[in-house]
């Protein structure tokens, strides 16, 4: 059997993008999001970096998979059943596609992202 050696990313200085949520998402707030995308695979569907954004509230609809470290801050994530999280630094967690709710941001949060795209 023959190994292939894995392509190695290195993830390395980004450019910070600004955004907000669309405005038909928003909640609450005036949330100001800043992303440094270090990663992004050839076809597109593999994403890697950091995400801040300022307190806020808005509706969230996942279609992909995301891997998340919280770096800073206090977020609290619902599930359209009522269910919620209260996420702070150093809770590591995943949101499945079909998650639908909204995210709170109660003090500007950082985190870790790794974006997968089926």
Do not use: Q
Not at 6 to 26: C, F, K
Not at 33 to 58: D, H, L, M, Q, V
């Amino acid at each position: 059997m023959t190994a292939t050696a894995a392509p190695l990313s290195v993830l390395g200085d980004a450019i910070p993008e600004t955004g907000a949520p669309a405005p038909d998402r928003l909640l609450s707030g005036s949330p100001v999001f800043t992303t440094w995308n270090s990663y992004e695979s050839a076809n597109g569907k593999r994403f890697a970096g950091i995400w801040r954004s300022t307190p806020g509230a808005w509706r969230i609809a996942y279609d992909e998979w995301e891997y998340c470290e919280i770096l800073e801050g206090e977020s609290v994530v619902a599930h359209a059943d009522g269910r919620s999280w209260t996420l702070k630094t150093g809770d590591r967690f995943v949101i499945e596609p079909g998650f639908e709710g909204s995210w709170t941001v109660v003090a500007t949060t950082t985190k870790r992202y790794v974006v997968v795209l089926d």
